[in-house]
């Protein structure tokens, strides 16, 4: 439907767009401490007339203004009684101050029963957001709230004071965020339960619409002016009607003060029959890590491979988030906030990659891994879980004996090669334990934001001073090298400068809210780094931080400079190079550290080059381009192969893209076990499943192994990774310079096509047996994944289950969705009231008695005539 269609309820059967109507929902989310998001009050619908917003607020002075229905209370000591309606609003006015006013006033009156019966709640019924005509062109400045269009709804400290993840950030009081607060606190922590909220976008809807509910707020105010009055005569309305019920919430327990209904009430509900029926599943996905040189050793313990001399080296890890947010979950673009980090760490990547060789990387004195962690955006949930694994240390079975005998298995059964198949653990469930092999996280290199500089060319870099030592620690080494690397290649005037973040009351340096909080938080301190932004002090004014806006194509605001990209992607490499050459008694300078990765990677990442375009069309405007099409259906048949067990292709981004995490089960990413043709979340020998039989151990059927579904984008992260570091066998570096003799590579649809492959030299370690990624044949996989859930859960047997572990009650935001029917949705329709039903129903009575009158006539006369 497009505005040229011209789409109206005016016209007789023109009614299909309306049943049905296009637009993106607010979904309620569940956390530690209670719910925020949106939903109606049960599982009846909720309707109300349509009526701008401004016709049902309380003026600015909180008393009644002109912006107010003309409603005088009738006398007595209980509240007035009006038809219900549904609030609509303009995007830009879409901020926390409104939504306060719109209960506010809401809350004065009691709903009546014109549209079906509203047993909890006063008139307000839903709010329907419509996409501001300047989401098109240019931002302009809304006349009411002073809030921009390009506002975020995040706080002024995201995922900090006053948050579910606010113990989780290091300096969590800084108002990083501007825009968020512009217009109050912020509206991606409210509570809006009973106020179920949809945002419109196609363009010819949404003129109908503010057409339409600017109509009847003008009818109302020039025909009613007592409650009486106005309940008397709705009719004829235009009425929306929202069908989404995403859960109970609202109600506070008086004496702790917490909310009733949470996540973990919610994730371990049990029905009346003490049957384990969860409401809600938590959020999450798959991280995606890889490391720079030789693949990491697959064994564990006593299995690493003798041969890899760097399995005691340091790990510097280059990191970054892989998703966004917004109000309305699907509509997540996260242009600046997600796919310009992506780009950039990718590129990164590709840089060391095709320009510095194994040996090379194999010879510094630390390991380079490049991390993607997913459901960032929700109390950093991928990274708190790798590097609690990584850094805190894990140990398999150590809960519960986990395989009978306890220890790691094979991750596929059948190839138990402990060189070349990757080793897993049964409880506590994990599909991949190579992690366990990368030794000490010394820090870490993380980027944000980069993609939107605000019209400068000037990058930040940002560290905890009070981390790793202070002035003489590993993240002010980093912090000068990045410097110093900025100074040393002014490309195009870009530049990196020390932020001037300063301490807190505190002594703490706040960090902007990236996986490095994890590291510093987990690490006690111990070990930090420095991140890559593209603002100093607080967000780029107008950024759109999570917000649906912050899109470069449909429906977007977002500028970005593709350059600066580029950029922070030479930066990434060539400090996370120098950050390897450290070594560990801190010998290095940062001059030298500088010059010596500046001489490996003379080269600088081209915004233009085929590679760079190929990905950001991906990232930025199709997220089901050929390229992920092409990078995840070589992962899905690689698995395939391996397991015996094809999974089908992972859930796509989108187009355009959407980078919400999404909820974590079998079918989005929770890994799982098959175990003598059954599946499993998590597996204990001996144990006994859900139908009381016992559980078999892992291995007595050849076919046993670990399985994983992931997102299209994961696995396409996972397969460009293997592809642009796998190219390090090739790569040709070194004081001569002399270019390498880089064979033809073979072409291949899946890694049974690289069997033959004769140019990957296997002599001194199994590890380089050749893979297929990116429809080419590279020497190993260096990809790997990790689970990305809260973590304070843990998978049992039956799958879409998980259990709270620990003693965190003061960490983890633990986010869950409800489960919510597939026929939720938004209608708009006519209502004439009861009138022309009574009309139509006297009439049909009348005609009906006058069908019996004649009928009796005619029956007397054919009886008198002999001839009935």
Same mark, same amino acid.
């Given at each position: 439907?497009?505005?040229?269609?011209?789409?109206?309820?005016?016209?007789?059967?023109?009614?299909?767009?309306?049943?049905?109507?296009?637009?993106?929902?607010?979904?309620?989310?569940?956390?530690?401490?209670?719910?925020?998001?949106?939903?109606?009050?049960?599982?009846?619908?909720?309707?109300?007339?349509?009526?701008?917003?401004?016709?049902?607020?309380?003026?600015?002075?909180?008393?009644?203004? %002109?912006?107010?229905? +003309?409603?005088?209370?009738?006398?007595?000591?209980?509240?007035?009684?009006?038809?219900?309606?549904?609030?609509?609003?303009? $995007?830009?006015?879409?901020?926390?101050?409104?939504?306060?006013? !719109?209960?506010?006033?809401?809350?004065?009156?009691?709903?009546?029963?014109?549209?079906?019966?509203?047993?909890?709640?006063?008139?307000?019924?839903?709010? !329907?957001?419509?996409?501001?005509?300047?989401?098109?062109?240019?931002?302009?400045?809304?006349?009411?709230?002073?809030?921009?269009?390009?506002?975020?709804? $995040?706080?002024?400290?995201?995922?900090?004071?006053?948050?579910?993840?606010?113990?989780?950030?290091?300096?969590?009081?800084?108002?990083?965020?501007?825009? +968020? %607060?512009?217009?109050?606190?912020?509206?991606?922590?409210?509570?809006?339960?009973?106020?179920?909220?949809?945002?419109?976008?196609?363009?010819?809807?949404?003129?109908?619409?503010?057409?339409?509910?600017?109509?009847?707020?003008?009818?109302?105010?020039?025909?009613?002016?007592?409650?009486?009055?106005?309940?008397?005569?709705?009719?004829?309305?235009?009425?929306?009607?929202?069908?989404?019920?995403?859960?109970?919430?609202?109600?506070?327990?008086?004496?702790?003060?917490?909310?009733?209904?949470?996540?973990?009430?919610?994730?371990?509900?049990?029905?009346?029959?003490?049957?384990?029926?969860?409401?809600?599943?938590?959020?999450?996905?798959?991280?995606?890590?890889?490391?720079?040189?030789?693949?990491?050793?697959?064994?564990?313990?006593?299995?690493?491979?003798?041969?890899?001399?760097?399995?005691?080296?340091?790990?510097?890890?280059?990191?970054?988030?892989?998703?966004?947010?917004?109000?309305?979950?699907?509509?997540?673009?996260?242009?600046?906030?997600?796919?310009?980090?992506?780009?950039?760490?990718?590129?990164?990547?590709?840089?060391?990659?095709?320009?510095?060789?194994?040996?090379?990387? %194999?010879?510094?004195?630390?390991?380079?891994?490049?991390?993607?962690?997913?459901?960032?955006?929700?109390?950093?949930?991928?990274?708190?879980?790798?590097?609690?694994?990584?850094?805190?240390?894990?140990?398999?079975?150590?809960?519960?004996?986990?395989?009978?005998?306890?220890?790691?298995?094979?991750?596929?059964?059948?190839?138990?090669?402990?060189?070349?198949?990757?080793?897993?653990?049964?409880?506590?469930?994990?599909?991949? !334990?190579?992690?366990?092999?990368?030794?000490?996280?010394?820090?870490?290199?993380?980027?944000?934001?980069?993609?939107?500089?605000?019209?400068?060319?000037?990058?930040?870099?940002?560290?905890?001073?009070?981390?790793?030592?202070?002035?003489?620690? #590993?993240?002010?080494?980093?912090?000068?090298?990045?410097?110093?690397?900025?100074?040393?290649?002014?490309?195009?005037?870009?530049?990196?400068?020390?932020?001037?973040?300063?301490?807190? %009351?505190?002594?703490?340096?706040?960090?902007?809210?990236?996986?490095?909080?994890?590291?510093?938080?987990?690490?006690?301190?111990?070990?930090?780094?420095?991140?890559?932004?593209?603002?100093?002090?607080?967000?780029?004014?107008?950024?759109? #931080?999570?917000?649906? !806006?912050?899109?470069?194509?449909?429906?977007?605001?977002?500028?970005?400079?593709?350059?600066?990209?580029?950029?922070?992607?030479?930066?990434?490499?060539?400090?996370?190079?120098?950050?390897?050459?450290?070594?560990?008694?801190?010998?290095?300078?940062?001059?030298?550290?500088?010059?010596?990765?500046?001489?490996?990677?003379?080269?600088?990442?081209?915004?233009?080059?085929?590679?760079?375009?190929?990905?950001?069309?991906?990232?930025?405007?199709?997220?089901?381009?050929?390229?992920?099409?092409?990078?995840?259906?070589?992962?899905?048949?690689?698995?395939?192969?391996?397991?015996?067990?094809?999974?089908?292709?992972?859930?796509?981004?989108?187009?355009?893209?959407?980078?919400?995490?999404?909820?974590?089960?079998?079918?989005?990413?929770?890994?799982?076990?098959?175990?003598?043709?059954?599946?499993?979340?998590?597996?204990?020998?001996?144990?006994?499943?859900?139908?009381?039989?016992?559980?078999?151990? #892992?291995?007595?059927?050849?076919?046993?192994?670990?399985?994983?579904?992931?997102?299209?984008?994961?696995?396409?992260?996972?397969?460009?990774?293997?592809?642009?570091?796998?190219?390090?066998?090739?790569?040709?570096?070194?004081?001569?310079?002399?270019?390498?003799?880089?064979?033809?590579?073979?072409?291949?649809?899946?890694?049974?096509?690289?069997?033959?492959?004769?140019?990957?030299?296997?002599?001194?370690?199994?590890?380089?047996?050749?893979?297929?990624?990116?429809?080419?044949?590279?020497?190993?996989?260096?990809?790997?994944?990790?689970?990305?859930?809260?973590?304070?859960?843990?998978?049992?047997?039956?799958?879409?289950?998980?259990?709270?572990?620990?003693?965190?009650?003061?960490?983890?935001?633990?986010?869950?969705?409800?489960?919510?029917?597939?026929?939720?949705?938004?209608?708009?329709?006519?209502?004439?009231?009861?009138?022309?039903?009574?009309?139509?129903?006297?009439?049909?009575?009348?005609?009906?008695?006058?069908?019996?009158?004649?009928?009796?006539?005619?029956?007397?006369?054919?009886?008198?005539?002999?001839?009935?």
């Amino acid at each position: 439907m497009t505005a040229a269609e011209d789409p109206t309820l005016n016209v007789p059967f023109n009614g299909a767009t309306f049943e049905s109507l296009p637009h993106f929902p607010c979904v309620t989310l569940y956390h530690r401490h209670g719910r925020s998001g949106c939903g109606t009050y049960g599982h009846d619908v909720q309707a109300g007339r349509l009526l701008h917003w401004t016709s049902v607020v309380v003026g600015e002075d909180g008393g009644e203004g %002109d912006a107010e229905v +003309g409603v005088i209370a009738d006398g007595g000591g209980s509240k007035p009684t009006i038809p219900p309606y549904v609030a609509v609003i303009e $995007e830009e006015n879409y901020i926390a101050d409104n939504v306060a006013r !719109l209960a506010y006033f809401s809350s004065l009156y009691a709903a009546g029963d014109h549209y079906g019966k509203a047993d909890v709640g006063g008139p307000l019924r839903g709010v !329907l957001v419509l996409a501001s005509s300047s989401s098109s062109s240019t931002i302009t400045t809304a006349t009411t709230g002073a809030a921009s269009v390009a506002m975020s709804p $995040e706080p002024l400290a995201p995922q900090g004071e006053g948050t579910p993840s606010s113990s989780l950030t290091v300096g969590n009081a800084h108002g990083w965020n501007t825009d +968020g %607060d512009v217009g109050g606190y912020g509206l991606v922590n409210a509570d809006m339960y009973g106020v179920p909220t949809a945002y419109v976008r196609d363009d010819g809807i949404v003129s109908y619409l503010a057409t339409m509910a600017s109509a009847q707020s003008d009818a109302l105010r020039s025909a009613t002016t007592t409650a009486s009055s106005l309940s008397s005569s709705p009719y004829p309305s235009i009425l929306s009607e929202f069908n989404y019920y995403m859960g109970p919430g609202g109600e506070i327990d008086a004496e702790s003060g917490r909310a009733v209904y949470d996540s973990k009430k919610c994730l371990g509900w049990r029905d009346v029959d003490g049957n384990w029926t969860p409401r809600c599943a938590p959020l999450g996905g798959n991280s995606v890590w890889a490391g720079a040189g030789s693949p990491v050793p697959l064994g564990v313990g006593n299995e690493v491979d003798e041969n890899d001399d760097g399995g005691g080296r340091p790990t510097v890890l280059v990191a970054t988030s892989m998703d966004s947010t917004s109000m309305f979950h699907d509509l997540s673009p996260g242009a600046n906030s997600a796919a310009s980090n992506v780009l950039a760490l990718l590129m990164a990547a590709n840089l060391v990659g095709s320009h510095i060789d194994d040996d090379v990387l %194999d010879s510094l004195n630390g390991r380079i891994v490049f991390s993607f962690f997913q459901g960032e955006s929700y109390g950093y949930i991928g990274s708190r879980r790798f590097l609690k694994d990584v850094v805190s240390g894990f140990q398999c079975g150590t809960d519960r004996s986990s395989s009978g005998g306890g220890g790691d298995v094979p991750s596929v059964h059948k190839r138990k090669d402990a060189g070349t198949t990757v080793r897993a653990c049964l409880h506590p469930f994990r599909a991949d !334990l190579t992690f366990m092999n990368l030794g000490r996280v010394r820090g870490m290199i993380a980027v944000d934001q980069i993609g939107n500089l605000g019209g400068t060319k000037s990058m930040y870099v940002q560290r905890g001073d009070v981390t790793d030592g202070g002035e003489g620690g #590993y993240a002010s080494f980093l912090s000068s090298v990045m410097v110093e690397l900025s100074e040393s290649d002014d490309a195009a005037g870009y530049s990196a400068l020390a932020s001037s973040v300063g301490s807190q %009351d505190d002594g703490t340096s706040p960090l902007p809210p990236t996986p490095l909080s994890s590291l510093v938080k987990i690490s006690s301190n111990a070990a930090g780094g420095v991140v890559l932004t593209g603002y100093d002090d607080a967000f780029v004014a107008g950024s759109m #931080y999570h917000s649906h !806006l912050d899109s470069a194509s449909t429906g977007g605001l977002q500028s970005i400079d593709k350059d600066a990209i580029a950029y922070a992607a030479t930066l990434l490499a060539r400090t996370a190079v120098a950050a390897a050459y450290q070594d560990t008694d801190n010998g290095v300078d940062y001059a030298t550290a500088a010059a010596f990765a500046l001489k490996l990677l003379p080269e600088s990442v081209d915004s233009s080059s085929e590679t760079f375009v190929d990905l950001y069309k991906c990232l930025f405007e199709d997220g089901n381009c050929d390229t992920f099409l092409t990078y995840g259906g070589i992962e899905r048949v690689n698995d395939a192969v391996r397991t015996g067990t094809d999974l089908g292709m992972g859930v796509p981004l989108g187009t355009p893209p959407s980078y919400y995490v999404s909820i974590y089960d079998s079918s989005n990413g929770q890994a799982f076990v098959r175990v003598s043709g059954k599946y499993y979340g998590s597996l204990i020998a001996g144990d006994t499943d859900e139908n009381g039989e016992p559980i078999k151990v #892992y291995g007595e059927d050849p076919a046993d192994a670990f399985l994983v579904r992931p997102s299209l984008l994961e696995m396409s992260l996972f397969g460009i990774l293997n592809d642009f570091l796998g190219r390090g066998s090739f790569a040709s570096s070194g004081e001569d310079g002399d270019a390498a003799a880089v064979p033809t590579l073979k072409t291949c649809k899946g890694g049974d096509d690289c069997s033959s492959v004769t140019y990957c030299d296997s002599g001194s370690s199994a590890l380089v047996v050749p893979t297929c990624a990116g429809g080419k044949c590279v020497c190993g996989s260096r990809s790997h994944y990790h689970p990305a859930l809260d973590e304070a859960l843990s998978a049992v047997d039956k799958l879409g289950r998980f259990e709270i572990v620990g003693d965190d009650e003061s960490l983890s935001a633990l986010y869950a969705e409800p489960y919510w029917s597939s026929y939720v949705g938004v209608r708009i329709y006519n209502d004439a009231g009861i009138g022309p039903g009574v009309y139509a129903a006297s009439i049909g009575a009348a005609f009906a008695l006058a069908c019996i009158w004649f009928v009796w006539k005619l029956k007397k006369k054919l009886v008198k005539e002999k001839v009935y």
